[in-house]
């Protein structure tokens, strides 16, 4: 049977029709920019980040470039970011005026490189550096990147775009994050009915001028403190936002469950099959597997005739971008990103997807991928 790779009509019972009334009660309030849904959003994620303030946003993207300019981030700055992530990582830092310095990864647990980021602070003292929790869980040194910026009054922004209910070490992800950010695409473990963001702050002066920022730099309504631009999120999106964190916790294990029994009966496929590090609990956004580069053409064709859905995140390293020359100002590190996104393969994963559809998927990779040879 096909099997979509990701299909967001899995409502839980009862949820279309909240909706509808949620969508009549604020529009028959007119709450339609900012509000008492937006703040009551807020308060509810900082809550569930353990962070002391949330700014919401129009999209992800910008819920990046406000964090930067709000750490200081301008015209001919370096701004250090991992090799793998999505492009809005290093647009971000190019539509603040900065330039980018890439930092390749490490292959472990696929996040930036430790070691090789404390050599490219050291070599390009960047006004900032940018931190990428991705697939679903966060970088086996964490605690180590944050300490190390944090000595050096390096401002750390934390993307974390596919990262919301992701635990680390007992905490949130958040907890002890200076500046994270967050999106809401529709695709996301916490999606949105349109684009949407935050911006997390560990302090509310912080917050204050994140919020400032995206608000056309207002310190009241006609007065300016700041050159910002407007990205403010829409009531709706609030609205909706709200809604499904109630049922959050439903949709998290259901994509937990899903993504250990990829990992427990992939095992015996000649792939890597990727776990997040000890002491994550991952939030199921994605099931990451790792394929010679030469075969998985012939895997994602053998997917396609038998209507599998699947995805590539991502397909490019970000020095090696078409669009990033020009802009690119140092590469560091090796080929172990663009490695990872010639051999990377997502399989279907969503909330509720049903256990007949996981047999349906596993079956289909059993007869594409041989079995491991025994050593």
């Not at 949709?251 to 792939?271: I, K, P």
């Not at 599998?308 to 020009?326: E, V």
């Amino acid at each position: 049977m096909p099997v979509p790779f990701i299909d967001l009509r899995r409502f839980e019972p009862g949820f279309p029709e909240r909706w509808a009334e949620k969508c009549a009660e604020v529009s028959a309030q007119t709450r339609f920019v900012g509000g008492p849904d937006v703040a009551a959003l807020e308060s509810s994620l900082a809550d569930q980040c353990e962070i002391a303030a949330v700014v919401g946003c129009a999209n992800g993207t910008d819920a990046l470039q406000l964090a930067l300019r709000a750490a200081g981030v301008g015209p001919g700055d370096l701004v250090l970011l991992p090799d793998a992530t999505f492009w809005a990582t290093f647009e971000a830092v190019v539509n603040c005026g900065a330039r980018p310095v890439t930092v390749d990864i490490d292959e472990a647990d696929l996040a930036m490189d430790f070691e090789l980021f404390r050599q490219a602070v050291e070599r390009y003292r960047p006004k900032a550096a940018m931190l990428v929790h991705l697939y679903g869980w966060g970088s086996a040194r964490l605690d180590d990147f944050r300490r190390f910026c944090r000595e050096r009054e390096l401002p750390l922004i934390e993307d974390a775009a596919q990262a919301y209910g992701v635990r680390w070490r007992g905490e949130s992800i958040f907890h002890g994050a200076r500046l994270a950010t967050l999106s809401f695409y529709p695709a996301k473990v916490l999606g949105a009915c349109g684009d949407a963001g935050a911006v997390l702050a560990d302090d509310t002066e912080l917050a204050e001028t994140v919020r400032r920022l995206g608000n056309h730099g207002r310190t009241s309504h006609y007065e300016h403190g700041l050159v910002g631009w407007n990205s403010r999120l829409a009531g709706l999106d609030a609205a909706y936002l709200s809604l499904c964190l109630e049922y959050l916790p439903e949709r998290l294990d259901s994509r937990r469950r899903a993504a250990e029994r990829y990992r427990r009966e992939l095992d015996e496929l000649d792939l890597r099959t990727v776990a997040p590090p000890a002491g994550y609990v991952e939030n199921g956004y994605l099931n990451v597997n790792l394929i010679d580069p030469d075969r998985r053409g012939e895997v994602e064709a053998t997917l396609r005739r038998n209507g599998i859905g699947f995805g590539n995140t991502y397909p490019g390293a970000m020095s090696k971008q078409p669009g990033a020359a020009g802009y690119l100002e140092a590469a560091v590190g090796g080929e172990r990103a663009d490695r990872l996104a010639r051999s990377v393969l997502n399989l279907p994963l969503f909330a509720h997807i049903t256990d007949d559809e996981i047999d349906e998927v596993v079956a289909v990779m059993r007869q594409a991928v041989p079995a491991k040879t025994a050593t």
